[in-house]
């Protein structure tokens, strides 16, 4: 499970360098804003072409093919990427990301489900998404210590980019070596056939999850405005606001540990509809309130609990595919699916953010914003809901 988690975080230092590092690697690379901002949106769209074939092959190969290959073509395209080569040549790396990032990411999912003993589903997807939250935080506190000390210049940058490249190719043979040995012995490998397609797209459940991820995931790219929104309405500091960003990642462990333990104790949908339900009153509160300097000692409580609840969410909601009964032979399809539908906030969420913030600046943009997110968290809610229903009815008949 730490192989697993950790390459659920370092597959994804590469494509979102420019979150912590966006100046520097815009003047080491010698590109434009719209040119970087291109370049995510190259990464976003291969892994929106390559959710499902990524789930495919996540059914017909072993963990330990997959993640090495994900792995180690990441941490190779990492080190040519540490030269800042011209635009197009960097266009094709995040190509690259893309393609490694589906090739291991359905295969994750479906590794830590076969992993999982009978009734600890919840706690198996909360303690891989508790690893990812730990790593993410180590690795990126590791990474901005090594950039300062080295100058903070291109050449420091470098230096950061060259240790995420290694961090990738080590782990990649790590995995190579110990995944078979971490893999149950009475998990089944199946080929994905046309018939198995014929009753997963069918299957009610399967699109009530996608909805789900993509309500929660929505709230989830949200979260990253409220760093503007504490230096341009709270008053906050720069510092100050980035400091509050980088303090809600230490949350992410403890709400996906806590939410796995209580999904194997009281159900999965059930965590999922009470964690929705704080999502929607915290969204609301950012919809309705003032946005003031006086208000920052209650805004960032509440930021606290809407992160608590994203992370929650997002610990268990692919447990729900073992709640539903979806094939476990159907597992990397199935989340190649969800995936499909789930994560397309990438896409939508940050031109419709902006829209909202150039077209009405001040207060009223972000008050429509949060109203927004605060409406697709009530469609996970009632769709969640739903998912309950279903479950009942089929246990009721059991």
Aim: proline share 5%; net charge positive.
């Amino acid at each position: 499970m730490l192989v697993l988690g950790s390459a659920g975080t370092t597959l994804f230092l590469f494509p979102f360098l420019h979150e912590i590092y966006y100046d520097p690697l815009r003047l080491a690379l010698g590109q434009t804003n719209v040119q970087i901002g291109s370049l995510s949106s190259a990464y976003g769209l291969a892994s929106l072409i390559g959710y499902v074939p990524g789930g495919w092959l996540a059914d017909r190969f072993k963990p330990r093919t997959l993640l090495p290959i994900g792995l180690i073509g990441t941490g190779i395209g990492g080190a040519f990427f540490a030269s800042f080569p011209s635009y197009p040549f960097t266009l094709l790396l995040y190509v690259l990301w893309g393609a490694m990032t589906v090739v291991c990411w359905s295969t994750m999912i479906r590794a830590t489900r076969e992993w999982a003993v009978a009734g600890s589903q919840g706690r198996a997807f909360g303690l891989l998404e508790s690893v990812r939250g730990v790593t993410e935080g180590a690795i990126g506190a590791a990474g901005v210590a090594v950039f300062a000390w080295a100058g903070s210049t291109s050449g420091a940058l470098g230096t950061v980019i060259i240790g995420f490249a290694v961090l990738n190719i080590a782990l990649g043979i790590i995995a190579f070596f110990t995944l078979d040995r971490a893999a149950p012995s009475g998990a089944k490998l199946q080929a994905a056939s046309y018939s198995g397609w014929r009753e997963l797209l069918p299957n009610p459940d399967l699109w009530l999850i996608s909805l789900i991820v993509l309500s929660s995931y929505t709230a989830y790219t949200a979260l990253y405005y409220f760093t503007p929104y504490s230096s341009s309405m709270l008053e906050l500091s720069v510092a100050a606001a980035s400091a509050i960003a980088v303090g809600k990642i230490w949350l992410k462990p403890v709400a996906a540990m806590a939410a796995g333990f209580a999904a194997d104790r009281w159900g999965v949908w059930q965590t999922v509809v009470f964690a929705f339900a704080i999502l929607v009153a915290s969204m609301m509160t950012f919809a309705i309130s003032p946005g003031t300097a006086k208000n920052a000692p209650i805004m960032i409580a509440n930021l606290a609990c809407a992160s608590l609840a994203v992370f929650a969410i997002r610990g268990v909601y692919f447990a729900l595919i073992e709640e539903c009964r979806i094939p476990e032979s159907s597992t990397g399809s199935a989340t190649g699916l969800i995936s499909l539908v789930g994560f397309t906030p990438d896409i939508f969420v940050p031109p419709v953010a902006g829209f909202l913030l150039d077209s009405f600046p001040g207060e009223s943009g972000y008050r429509m914003l949060f109203g927004i997110v605060a409406l697709a968290c009530a469609m996970g809610l009632a769709t969640t809901a739903m998912i309950g229903r279903r479950v009942r009815s089929r246990t009721q008949q059991a």
